[in-house]
Antibody, heavy 119, light 110 residues
Framework: EVQLVESGGGLVQPGGSLRLSCAAS????????MTWVRQAPGKGLEWVAN????????RYMASAKGRFTISRDNTKNSLYLQMNSLRAEDTAVYHC????????????WGQGTLVSVSS | QSVLTQSPSVSAAPGQKVTISCSGT????????VSWYQQLPGTVPKLLIH???ERPSGIPDRFSGSKSGTSATLGITGLQTGDEADYYC???????????FGTGTKVTVL
């Protein structure tokens, strides 16, 4: 059974940093593109970043460039999102997800971890 | 701000059909495959359609997808109370070099 379990969320002040982790199991992690998607409370889905199977290619949403870094460790079956210079508008549940289909068709989602940015 | 535009809501009686549209540009829907997701209240999104019109295993054929030009459509036939949810389209944007989702459509079963 495919499982994606996020951790690392919490309350942080504006300008602060957090590192999210996603532990993957039930599949060959190194075979898939992985992505982060967030959802602010009561709002829609927002794509954040993705990373290729080997970790060498990474893409980001415009507002994340220069602040967020996506990475993966295939030896640990883990996905990460380092978030710096956090803003109030980054407040959301962050989901780790597995890309199964072309053009970001996501078949598996983690339950998410809540990031709250507030003073 | 979502790149893909969906109507905010649609409603119909049980057993009826609804269609949900997703409007984009030549850089996203016009040149890439579209996926559709269902998000029931309090749950994570569930993939309904990938590659414009393909259903993953286990998704009933009441759900269908199509694409024409820079727009995509999700159809739901034989509407059930359990279909009340938010529905999102998604694809890749070749100009932004990023994934994009629609604004979401709330389906209400009357």
């Amino acid at each position: 059974e495919v499982q994606l379990v996020e951790s690392g969320g919490g309350l942080v002040q504006p300008g602060g940093s957090l590192r999210l982790s996603c532990a993957a199991s039930g599949f060959t992690f190194s075979d898939y593109w992985m992505t982060w998607v967030r959802q602010a409370p009561g709002k829609g889905l927002e794509w954040v970043a993705n990373v290729r199977q080997d970790g060498r290619e990474k893409r980001y949403m415009a507002s994340a460039k220069g602040r967020f870094t996506i990475s993966r460790d295939n030896t640990k079956n883990s996905l990460y999102l380092q978030m710096n210079s956090l803003r109030a508008e980054d407040t959301a549940v962050y989901h780790c997800a597995r890309v199964d289909w072309i053009d970001e068709g996501i078949n598996y989602w983690g339950q998410g971890t809540l990031v709250s940015v507030s003073s | 701000q979502s790149v893909l535009t969906q109507s905010p809501s649609v409603s119909a009686a049980p057993g009826q059909k609804v269609t949900i549209s997703c409007s984009g540009t030549s850089f996203n829907i016009g040149s890439n495959y579209v996926s559709w997701y269902q998000q029931l209240p309090g749950t994570v999104p569930k993939l309904l359609i990938h590659d414009n019109n393909e259903r993953p295993s286990g998704i009933p054929d009441r759900f269908s997808g199509s694409k024409s030009g820079t727009s995509a459509t999700l159809g739901i036939t034989g509407l059930q109370t359990g279909d009340e949810a938010d529905y999102y389209c998604g694809t890749w944007d070749s100009s932004l070099n990023a994934g994009v989702f629609g604004t979401g459509t709330k389906v209400t079963v009357l």
